[in-house]
């Protein structure tokens, strides 16, 4: 197994992840080259001592002095893959690479280090002086690639190019490799030229992988960050790139370097660098396995005469599918000519296809017992090499390179999804996949998707077919529904003149037309499953998909049963693990046949449940019907308790009804851990255990007649490991009812929810006792039947009024004048302020506390800046954190976002800007709104974490990829959220 030695992934936390380089400096050749000396008179501390340090390594003499040398540099690399594309994920990295070319200012690194989509990328120097990078060139097949920097932006050192020198790779030749490996800041790693023939590595299927060249392989264990570095011989010169290495052996693997001069000749010229391809892999074969396949002893004679320091000749590996090459040449073909001329390497076959695109090539080749000719054309290699993409439902697809392809033995072209995001996600058709028709469109191009996504309707479900590259075989069709207002739609290629990535925008799909109601029907259940045909009618299911991970997710999709309580006014009911949040796409399916869009309605901050809104007039036929709520319950009157015997009514794994008769084992307050990150959890609350739990999604528990007394739902959190975890409880259907009733009426206004924001913990009497409570006390509570002793056992961290006049520990025995009986009167009021009589420190002490009004939204408002989503602290961060740094919390970070490159995570907290303090959300926007102009810039950004301690951080600014906007939550938007996006220059 090999591994890419140029993304190393880890970040150095002082903001600086670029290493300074050791350097090979010293006299002059009458040819301008320089061979290694002392530099008696550098400038710069750090460089002599990384300079001295490689002329220390043995092998490596001092020829001589020179101070007035310039110096040969290799330089760091921070960079950014701002989009996944092609081969390539977003993420950040760092990298090596060193200077070619002085005047032109041209760096050579790899091909998987330059990127071949969108990259943003800087070089520090060995003096530590950072100058910005444009991507000018990578090459299609090989692992190369240029970078081009300004040299008048290098104020304080003169720079001089290490020479190409591919021509002196010998085996058994010392060498040095000099770069930044595995985010060191020096690191000069020796070795010794093993091979000059080895077999291209492999990095893994669908990876970028090299072929159709020769490597070099020595034992150096480079690893991440050692990517691009120069592979130096005794004199300073480069004689091999350094690309990748074995993960389990000390080898490392180098790029000859006979294309790249080719290359480097035309790019400092500013031509085109010719490149063809008959998309063909070969591969060297030694003449003993040559034998095997067929090839003539005369032949190999006159090979040998011809070539006699090669050992083998080349030989068809694999032939792409309606490729120039199909149907000519075969596996196992053995290139005997080509033009007529005797060929052994891939250096002068690939010379003769970039002399030849766009015109027919002749290959002679050896086929079994016989000698075959054949007339290929030579397709532009950059012409199947994608240089565009499009941006739509928060993913990211463009065409199928011959990189891919390759790897999977497909034909060339069709739209690849690069990255599924949110809209072609719904359709599983994930990364790897090929697009083959969207809607009513067949998509063979970008350009045919491009067409697909305008005939889109806002809203739709729409079919897409595709092939998952890993199983061709295997066609699927996903519905996929249309989903656009959260994320940029638009098209952006590819400008080799900058290195940038020009946008231009696409017509978003037009909003959803008024469709005809959609007819649904209920087949009545049979009588054995009695009492559910009852309640069936009113069970629907949920789908929620968040565009963005927010408000503590860590994921994306969610799934469950939900339940009709106004069928009138479209409301649905289910619990907080299948609509965990405000800000998403909710879809209601009716019937397993009607899906509707839906948009949330109320998140309730402390019970499991939430509730969500279809448009009934969409329905016809026969819709679904009120929920059958057992009125005594649900006023409150009664309540199941241990032993009472239940029906449970829940949906299974395959949406079929699930019916069993039990008995209620337990009747206990709901218990839940604090999450990481922090997320909605239940509390103050009690939950239902019933003796034989059948495995379900969720449903009601009812009586025989099927009136509902609880709610059968799923509650999340977490174990000790901070592993998701979930529990099956029923909840009482009082809890449902403030807030039901307000949303039923015409006004359809969710209630005020307010609370003492305190946790509370059921006390056992005998702790009551030692805290000091009195006999008489105690008698009152033992009383009444299941009554139970509270104590708060955690207060929020923000400055609420419940905060400041309760204690942890305090026992809570009245409220307004009567006797806490249990957590039903302390979990949710509905007064301003209540009174309370609390047992402290053995006293009973009277307190008027002011309660707290919580947002049955949780957050109305997120702001995207430079790749970090910010939002105000929400109720699960609140219960985290000792003190509030500031309202501007830091919820989400986008890999290969600048937010990400510059160390931001969520759970941080942003204090300044640039000096500039930011309390609240609106003071960060309006901090924003001075950056929105301008050419890319550092900004200082203060942070702090929950520990309270403070860092500074440095955020490169980049308005281009990443836009600023925000997320509004808008009552009079269907979805009930409205995009805003920021002007910028």
């Known amino acids: 197994m090999s591994n890419h030695t140029g993304e190393s992934k880890a970040q150095d936390q002082d903001g600086s992840a670029a290493v300074r380089a050791a350097q090979v400096a010293g006299v002059r050749r009458p040819d301008g080259s320089v061979l290694p000396g002392q530099h008696a008179g550098a400038a710069n501390g750090c460089r002599a001592a990384a300079r001295r340090a490689v002329l220390a390594q043995p092998g490596i003499s001092q020829l001589g002095a020179d101070a007035g040398a310039r110096d040969p540099v290799d330089v760091s690399i921070k960079a950014q893959c701002v989009r996944s594309f092609d081969t390539e994920t977003s993420g950040t990295y760092t990298a090596t690479g060193f200077v070619v070319d002085v005047e032109a200012g041209l760096i050579l690194s790899n091909r998987h280090v330059v990127n071949p989509g969108p990259v943003v990328a800087q070089a520090v120097f060995v003096n530590y002086e950072e100058v910005e990078l444009q991507a000018v060139y990578r090459d299609p097949v090989h692992d190369f690639g240029f970078f081009r920097f300004d040299p008048a932006k ?161 030989a068809v590996r694999a032939v792409l599918r309606s490729g120039p090459a199909h149907g000519h040449l075969r596996a196992g073909d053995i290139v005997v000519a080509v033009d007529g001329a005797a060929h052994s390497g891939f250096a002068s076959f690939e010379a003769a296809e970039d002399a030849a695109v766009g015109r027919t090539l002749a290959v002679s080749v050896w086929r079994g017992d016989a000698a075959h000719d054949a007339q290929l054309h030579v397709q532009d290699l950059h012409a199947i090499t994608p240089s565009r993409f499009v941006e739509f439902g928060g993913g990211v697809v463009n065409e199928l390179s011959y990189q891919v392809a390759r790897s999977y033995g497909a034909a060339v072209g069709g739209v690849y999804v690069a990255s599924s995001g949110h809209a072609l996600g719904s359709a599983g058709a994930w990364r790897g996949s090929v697009l083959q028709r969207v809607g009513r469109v067949d998509t063979p191009g970008l350009d045919a998707f491009v ?14 077919r595709f092939v998952a590259l890993d199983r061709p075989h295997k066609q699927r069709v996903g519905i996929m529904h249309v989903s656009t207002r959260w994320h940029a739609l638009r098209l952006a ?3 080799d003149a900058t290195g940038r990535w020009e946008y231009s925008h696409m017509a978003r799909p037009a909003a959803g037309a008024s469709a005809a109601p959609q007819t649904v029907a209920h087949h009545p259940l049979p ?26 997710m860590r994921a994306a999709r969610f799934q469950g049963p939900g339940l009709v309580v106004d069928a009138a006014g479209g409301l649905v009911v289910c619990d907080r693990d299948t609509v965990p949040i405000a800000l998403g796409d909710v879809y209601v399916t009716v019937a397993a046949s009607a899906v509707l869009r839906a948009r949330v309605e109320l998140l309730h901050p402390t019970h499991n449940f939430a509730l969500v809104r279809y448009d009934a007039a969409q329905l016809a036929g026969a819709p679904p019907v009120d929920l059958p709520l057992h009125a005594d319950f649900y ?9 009472d015997a239940v029906h449970v009514v829940a949906v299974s794994a395959d949406q079929t009804p699930v019916v069993r008769r039990t008995r209620v084992a337990a009747r206990a307050m709901v218990a839940t851990a604090e999450c990481a990150p922090p997320r909605f959890r239940c509390v103050n609350a009690q939950g239902l255990r019933l003796n034989d739990q059948p495995p379900c999604l969720g449903g009601v528990l ?25 529990t099956m409880l029923g909840l009482d259907i009082s809890v449902l009812r403030p807030a039901l009733d307000a949303l039923r009426t015409a006004a359809r206004v ?54 400041r006049a309760l204690r942890v520990g305090d026992v809570v025995l009245e409220c307004d004048g009567a006797a806490v009986r249990d957590v039903s009167a302390l979990a949710v009021v509905a007064a301003p302020a209540v009174d309370l009589v609390v047992l402290r420190d053995g006293r009973e002490q009277a307190l008027h506390v002011e309660t707290t009004e919580l947002d049955a939204m949780e957050t109305r408002r997120v702001v995207h800046w430079c790749g970090a989503l910010v939002q105000r602290p929400y109720r699960a961060v609140l219960e985290q954190v000792q003190r509030l740094p500031s309202a501007v919390y830091i919820s989400c970070t986008l890999f290969g ?89």
């Not at 054995?528 to 503590?552: I, K, N, T």
């Not at 805290?771 to 955690?794: C, F, H, I, K, T």
């Open 702 to 726: 009812c009586d025989e007649r099927g009136r509902v007394q609880a709610l059968w739902v799923s509650v999340s959190s977490q174990d000790a490991a901070h592993k998701d975890t979930t």
């Open 897 to 985: 976002s600048p937010a990400n490159a510059a160390g931001l995570r969520p759970g941080m907290w942003i204090t300044e800007i640039d000096g500039r303090a930011v309390a609240t959300l609106d003071d960060f926007a309006e901090a924003l709104d001075a950056m929105r102009s301008g050419a890319p810039r550092y900004v200082r950004v203060a942070v702090a974490g929950k520990n309270l301690v403070a860092r500074v951080l440095s955020l490169r600014v980049d308005n281009h990829y990443w836009p600023p906007w925000e997320l509004v939550h808008d009552e009079a938007e269907a979805s009930g959220w409205r995009m805003v996006e920021k002007a910028v220059d």
């Open 154 to 314: 290098l104020k304080f050192m003169e720079a001089e190019a290490i020479r190409l020198a591919p021509h002196k790779a010998k085996v058994g030749m010392e060498i040095r490799v000099v770069g930044n490996d595995a985010g060191e800041k020096l690191s000069i790693l020796a070795g010794t030229l093993a091979r000059l023939d080895r077999t291209a590595p492999e990095y893994g299927l669908g990876e970028y992988n090299d072929f159709n060249t020769f490597y070099m392989q020595a034992a150096s264990g480079t690893s991440g960050g050692s990517s691009g570095s120069p592979v130096l011989d005794i004199a300073g010169d480069a004689v091999a790139l350094n690309a990748g290495g074995a993960s389990k052996a000390a080898s490392s693997f180098y790029l000859p370097l006979d294309r790249v001069v080719h290359a480097l000749r035309l790019v400092r010229r500013g031509q085109r660098v010719a490149r063809g391809t008959v998309q063909a892999e070969l591969e060297h074969v030694p003449y003993d396995g040559l034998r095997r396949l067929g090839l003539p002893l005369a032949l190999e004679q006159r090979a040998r005469a011809a070539f006699p320091q090669a050992q083998g000749m080349l």
């Open 635 to 643: 006023s409150g009157a009664r309540r199941l308790e241990q032993g």
């Open 451 to 464: 067409r697909a996504v305008a005939a889109l309707r806002e809203g739709a479900r729409v079919p897409v």
């Open 750 to 803: 969710p209630p005020p929810l307010r609370s003492l924001d305190a946790d509370l913990w059921p006390l056992r009497p005998a702790a009551a006792r030692a805290l000091g409570l009195s006999d008489a006390r105690l008698a009152q509570a033992e009383a009444a039947p299941n009554a139970q002793l509270l104590s708060v056992s955690a207060l929020l961290a923000c400055e609420t009024p419940a905060a």
């Open 493 to 495: 290629a590819r400008d």
């Open 527 to 552: 009588r054995s499953l009695d009492p559910a045909g009852a309640v069936w009618r009113s069970f629907v299911g949920v789908e929620f998909h968040a565009p963005f991970l927010v408000d503590g």
